[in-house]
């Protein structure tokens, strides 16, 4: 123990992981206005200004977590928010605390090259931007490894406004809308969009990972909206294995301690329900701290035969868990 907070005790607070031209911008902006900037810790790298005093001094001289956590939580932080992986501080937040918005990988890409030309006099082209390795996949990477559905909420650039009120429905949390970071001075561009577009193929190929976590996050908000216009709980969930002889899986209400009811369905047909009761033995960072979430049934299928599930409390179906930057 260190004054107080071990190394796997979890700290109270949201992480706002701002993936660069995802609107994070405006809604760090709205963080402010609706918490103040004394309210939010800030990690937008080691020389950055904008950077927070105790993620230097702590996180990057120093490197210890516990004395971060100390130091976070004595200053009375509601949020951290910055450019960074989320491993990086996963250790002492849970997934189910972060928050973050993603969106079309061509057109974040698109925008952030047009940032570097615009505001940062960038003269290099933009095939040579998209085969840099620290730009591809790159909001796979800051969401690397953890199961998709398992983060607190992934919102949709595209679906801004509605994604804010869907917020609040969830966690309570009314952020007003704002809008920063957006240019409408086109005249410093000196590239043609048209252009851009001969590389579209070429883009896609070496970030199908990106499109992947894209597609699954779309799905999952709309999914999400659906329910909640319906005035139900939504539940984090996800199939985890789908082999012979087992059906495994996770699931959890964001705001409700009862455990989830999973129906299994073979081929439209009703073979099975069982309860989210069982300990989950993986990482304990994805998971709650009640962690009696896991479910498994024994239901007989063919490999070829179509498998199901939903939760039985709102009807809600079960996707495959997605480790970002892994494979299903």
Not at 237 to 248: H, L, M, P, Q, T
Not at 311 to 320: A, F, P, S, V, Y
């Amino acid at each position: 123990m260190v004054n107080g907070l071990t190394s796997g005790q979890f700290m109270s607070g949201f992480v706002f992981l701002h993936i660069p031209k995802t609107a994070g911008t405006s809604f760090r902006t709205s963080l402010e206005v609706e918490f103040g900037r004394r309210r939010i810790c800030y990690d937008y790298s080691r020389d950055s200004r904008v950077t927070s005093r105790i993620v230097k001094k702590y996180h990057y001289d120093q490197r210890d977590e516990c004395l971060f956590g100390i130091k976070f939580n004595k200053k009375k932080y509601s949020w951290l928010v910055g450019h960074f992986e989320i491993f990086r501080y996963i250790s002492i937040f849970k997934a189910c605390m972060f928050l973050t918005f993603i969106r079309n990988p061509w057109d974040r890409m698109v925008s952030e090259y047009e940032h570097f030309v615009r505001d940062n006099g960038y003269k290099g082209s933009f095939i040579d931007v998209i085969g840099r390795s620290d730009f591809i996949n790159r909001q796979s990477v800051m969401l690397a490894n953890v199961p998709l559905q398992a983060i607190g909420f992934v919102g949709i650039t595209e679906l801004y406004e509605s994604e804010l009120m869907s917020l609040e429905r969830i966690y309570g949390l009314r952020i007003p809308v704002t809008r920063e970071n957006v240019s409408t001075d086109k005249s410093r561009v000196s590239f043609n969009r048209l252009d851009l577009d001969r590389h579209k193929a070429e883009f896609i190929e070496l970030n199908k990972k990106d499109y992947v976590l894209y597609d699954l996050a779309t799905l999952l908000s709309r999914q999400r909206s659906e329910l909640l216009a319906g005035g139900k709980d939504v539940a984090h969930c996800a199939i985890s294995s789908c082999a012979s002889g087992a059906i495994e899986g996770w699931a959890w209400f964001e705001n409700d301690n009862t455990p989830p009811r999973v129906k299994v369905y073979i081929n439209n047909v009703h073979v099975d329900t069982i309860e989210s009761d069982v300990h989950m033995p993986g990482p304990s960072v994805f998971f709650p701290e009640r962690r009696v979430i896991g479910f498994v049934s024994k239901a007989v299928f063919n490999e070829d035969d179509n498998v199901e599930c939903f939760i039985e409390q709102n009807g809600q179906k079960l996707t495959r868990e997605y480790l970002i930057n892994n494979e299903y």
